[in-house]
């Protein structure tokens, strides 16, 4: 990356979520911002990619969680069926 500029990020994180992307970065045996690089930069990428062939990835359980939404029954909301009853006439 020579001659590029690099631009400051900033981000929040609660005392527990920093200490576990600390321990993380310790594993790797690089800094903090280091870390963030090497994980964030290929994530990004990766979802970026996906969003452009419009793939969605799941996890297990969230796979899950999408079959049984898939083969529930519907419901129709309270604005569904009030909209029945005015198609039909009883309005």
């Known amino acids: 990356m020579a001659g590029t500029a690099t631009k400051t990020l900033q ?3 609660d005392p527990h979520s920093k200490r576990i992307v600390e321990q ?4 790797r045996h690089v800094g903090l911002s ?5 994980v964030l930069v290929p994530t990004a990428r990766k979802e970026v990619e996906q969003a452009k062939q ?10 899950e969680r999408f079959w ?3 083969q529930a029954s ?3 909301t309270r604005a569904q069926r009030k909209l029945g ?3 039909q006439g009883d309005g």
């Open 74 to 76: 519907a419901r129709p």
């Open 54 to 63: 419009q793939v969605l990835q799941m996890t297990p359980d969230e796979q």
């Open 24 to 27: 993380a970065a310790k594993l």
């Open 68 to 70: 049984l939404a898939l």
């Open 85 to 87: 009853r005015l198609m």
């Open 11 to 13: 981000a929040r994180l």
């Open 34 to 38: 280091d870390y963030i690089r090497l």
